[in-house]
T-cell receptor, first 111, second 115 residues
Framework: DAKTTQPNSMESNEEEPVHLPCNHSTISGTDYIHWYRQLPSQGPEYVIHGLTSNVNNRMASLAIAEDRKSSTLILHRATLRDAAVYYCILRTTDSWGKLQFGAGTQVVVTP | DAGVIQSPRHEVTEMGQEVTLRCKPISGHNSLFWYRQTMMRGLELLIYFNNNVPIDDSGMPEDRFSAKMPNASFSTLKIQPSEPRDSAVYFC?????????????FGPGTRLTVT
């Protein structure tokens, strides 16, 4: 399975944007890029996913590099509730949706 | 929708006892996943089902672990006999695996402590 590399942690001030990078240099042409986050004492929750084009939803934006070897999750205005571990995961198309979680990035939001 | 339901939320048991964790997926979802999370190993995929059929159980740590999905609305993960190293949070997740939409919805987890 193609792997992803993320920073261990990032800090942000409340109401400022947060840019979370993810490197996936061995991504294949049919791998989807998924982001999940895990709030303290909760199960992971889906954030966003994309294949080639940038994607926006109510939670975040996903910017995908033209060569697809990296991507960035953008939280436009961080709130205290966004403090969580964010996971960048590659999903292969023949995997029935199987996900392999890495260590993720711990996001700390300070008031 | 109530989301993915897991029971019990907490389980404390003694080494050697049988433990059964239960999961009710979201109605209409056709895939179900069991994960285990520990500080040391992070979030690990144990097994997953599609249309009630086990697809990949390569993440099941050893024969003491077994999982079943007798119907579309219920799954169990059993550990027999349990050991202290099985202590972890066990998550169940479900998804509607079709087209490009494979988002997984996780339950609240079962925190298992084996003494």
């Amino acid at each position: 399975d193609a792997k992803t590399t993320q920073p261990n942690s990032m800090e942000s001030n409340e109401e400022e944007p947060v840019h979370l990078p993810c490197n996936h240099s061995t991504i294949s042409g049919t791998d989807y890029i998924h982001w999940y986050r895990q709030l303290p004492s909760q199960g992971p929750e889906y954030v966003i996913h994309g294949l080639t084009s940038n994607v926006n939803n109510r939670m975040a934006s996903l910017a995908i590099a033209e060569d697809r070897k990296s991507s960035t999750l953008i939280l436009h205005r961080a709130t205290l509730r966004d403090a969580a571990v964010y996971y960048c995961i590659l999903r292969t198309t023949d995997s029935w949706g199987k996900l392999q979680f890495g260590a993720g990035t711990q996001v700390v939001v300070t008031p | 929708d109530a989301g993915v339901i897991q029971s019990p939320r907490h389980e404390v048991t003694e080494m050697g006892q049988e433990v059964t964790l239960r999961c009710k997926p979201i109605s209409g979802h056709n895939s179900l996943f069991w994960y285990r999370q520990t500080m040391m190993r992070g979030l690990e995929l144990l097994i997953y089902f599609n249309n009630n059929v086990p697809i990949d159980d390569s993440g099941m740590p050893e024969d003491r672990f077994s999982a079943k999905m007798p119907n579309a609305s219920f799954s169990t993960l059993k550990i027999q006999p349990s050991e202290p190293r099985d202590s972890a949070v066990y998550f169940c997740a479900s998804s509607l695996s079709s087209g490009t939409h494979y988002e997984q919805y996780f339950g609240p987890g079962t925190r298992l402590t084996v003494t």
